[in-house]
């Protein structure tokens, strides 16, 4: 079993920044997609970006050109670096792992909260 522990939430003001991390529990194994989704009130769960093993990487438009994702120092460990951040960011921003590429092993972390003030 594989958890994902994020860290970096906060409260920023609008414009300001901050920096997700998220760290797998597992070293041993591969984990070849990583990304982060995030949840905001009444809304479905959504992706932000991602980064796959080789360090392709896609965002959401919403974030494109604000937001850059990237794989931590550590093994299994990823970022999110969130500048010029909106009030519309705000949200539960999950670390998610993918596993495999048919069969597939998906984990999540329990989430941390991001709440940008206008």
């Known amino acids: 079993q594989v958890q994902l522990v994020e860290s970096g939430g906060g409260l920023v003001q609008a414009g300001g920044s901050l920096r997700l991390s998220c760290a797998a529990s597992?070293?041993?194994?591969?984990?070849?997609?990583m990304g982060w989704y995030r949840q905001a009130p009444g809304k479905q769960r959504e992706l932000v970006a991602r980064?796959?093993?080789?360090?392709?990487?896609y965002y959401a438009d919403s974030v494109q050109g604000r937001f850059t994702i990237s794989r931590g120092g550590a093994k299994n460990t990823v970022d999110l670096q969130m500048n010029s951040l909106k009030p519309e960011d705000t949200g539960v921003y999950y670390c998610?792992?993918?596993?495999?590429?048919?069969?597939?092993?998906?984990?999540w972390g329990q989430g941390t909260q991001v709440t940008v003030s206008s």
């Open positions: 998610n792992g993918i596993i495999g590429a048919i069969s597939q092993r998906i984990y």
């Open positions: 597992a070293t041993r194994i591969n984990i070849d997609v």
């Open positions: 980064i796959t093993s080789d360090g392709s990487t």
